[in-house]
């Protein structure tokens, strides 16, 4: 799998950035996609995932200000981030094979990660 990923940049508090990722190398439609971000000195955190049937999970701290959507037909998803927060400043990493397990979650593979974008939201 090789993953693409685009968008990241600087913002101003309130602004809007878009987050692209662009799939090759495997089944893209029938994969559950997501974006994680990361900070300096913390874990890789979850952020949003979109199953392969749309079915939408976010982290309770972009619920309302970000939107992820998925073309099957450009194997690409999209991180809409609006109302950005000096907090949402990160490292952001797609992950185009997620699967869901009943105890923990979404579990991400570890073979199907893009390169990671920064975003830096300034107040």
């Known amino acids: 799998v090789q993953l693409q990923a685009s968008g990241g940049g600087d913002a101003q508090a309130g602004g809007d950035l878009r987050l692209s990722c662009r799939a090759s190398g495997t089944t893209f439609r029938t994969k559950a996609v997501g974006w994680y971000h990361q900070t300096p000195g913390k874990q890789r955190e979850l952020v949003a995932v979109?199953?392969?049937?749309?079915?939408?999970t976010y982290a309770d701290s972009v619920k309302g200000r970000f939107t992820l959507f998925r073309d099957n037909f450009g194997n690409t998803a999209h991180l809409q981030m609006a109302d950005l927060r000096p907090e949402d400043t990160a490292i952001y990493y797609c992950?185009?094979?997620?699967?869901?397990?009943?105890?923990?979650?979404?579990?991400?593979?570890?073979?199907?990660w893009g390169q990671g974008t920064l975003v830096t939201v300034s107040s």
């Open positions: 979109i199953s392969s049937g749309g079915l939408l």
């Open positions: 992950n185009a094979d997620l699967r869901l397990d009943s105890k923990v979650g979404w579990v991400p593979s570890a073979d199907a």
